[in-house]
């Protein structure tokens, strides 16, 4: 099993460019998340999914978006990408939400310059 | 609302020396508590968990945790370090409801010393 593919693993942008990144898992998990992680600040929840369309903000949404239109693709969206969005993204899913082990994606290095 | 607090950002012990990371939680209704690590350039795995029962939990390489309600804390410890613990760690904690996330604490860098 694969379990959770994130792409692209790197990734530079130019501020105002926009692009989307991946995630796909196959364990046929209803709950996926993004989280940014950045140095000594932990991860940050920036959207969840509890199912096939459905989608819910968490702490950090704001110049992002997602979509969950089928229950192995949970994409996030960054629009007019600004500096404040270099991080690293990962991707995950888990069987029953915050009560089950969630697994991780290798996560995507972006930088915007 | 839920919350970690993982004191200090980095710790660094011998080799076969104690390993001792320390988790605090606060949390409104009985937690589950995770503890998850981070090697360089990868993605988390989970270490272990505590739901219910046995409030000492075995992880995986050698690693236990031992849940106290009292002091609403969740520490991690290994008897003996091993040059490959080194790595990022992470307590996290969510709430029992069906819809419950996790929160992260800041995690700890682990180094370990020849």
């Known amino acids: 099993n694969a379990g959770v593919t994130q792409t692209p693993k790197f990734r530079i942008l130019k501020i105002g460019q926009s692009m989307t990144l991946q995630c796909t898992q196959d364990m046929n998990h209803n709950y996926m998340y993004w989280y940014r992680q950045d140095p000594g600040m932990g991860l940050k929840l920036i959207y969840y999914?509890?199912?096939?369309?459905?989608?819910d903000k968490g702490e950090v949404p704001n110049g992002y978006n997602v979509s969950r239109s089928t229950t192995e693709d949970f994409p996030l969206r960054l629009e007019l990408a600004a500096p404040s969005q270099t991080s690293v993204y990962f991707c995950?899913?888990?069987?029953?939400?915050?009560?089950?082990?969630?697994?991780f994606g290798q996560g995507t290095r972006l930088t915007v310059v | 609302a839920q919350s970690v607090t993982q004191l200090g950002s980095h710790v660094s012990v011998s080799e076969g020396a104690l390993v001792l990371l320390r988790c605090n939680y606060s949390?409104?209704?009985?937690?589950?508590l995770f503890w998850y690590v981070q090697y360089p350039n990868q993605g988390l795995q989970l270490l272990l968990k505590?739901?219910?029962?046995?409030?000492l939990v075995k992880g995986i390489n050698g690693f236990e945790a031992e849940f106290k309600k009292s002091e609403t804390s969740f520490h991690l410890t290994k008897p003996s370090a091993h040059m490959s613990d080194a790595a990022e760690y992470f307590c996290?904690?969510?709430?029992?409801?069906?819809?419950?996330?996790?929160?992260f604490g800041k995690g700890i860098t682990l180094s370990v010393r020849p």
């Open positions: 996290a904690v969510s709430e029992a409801g069906a819809n419950s996330k996790l929160t």
């Open positions: 995950a899913s888990s069987y029953e939400g915050g009560r089950t082990e969630a697994f």
């Open positions: 999914s509890v199912g096939a369309g459905i989608t």
């Open positions: 505590y739901t219910t029962g046995a409030t």
């Open positions: 949390s409104s209704v009985p937690p589950y």
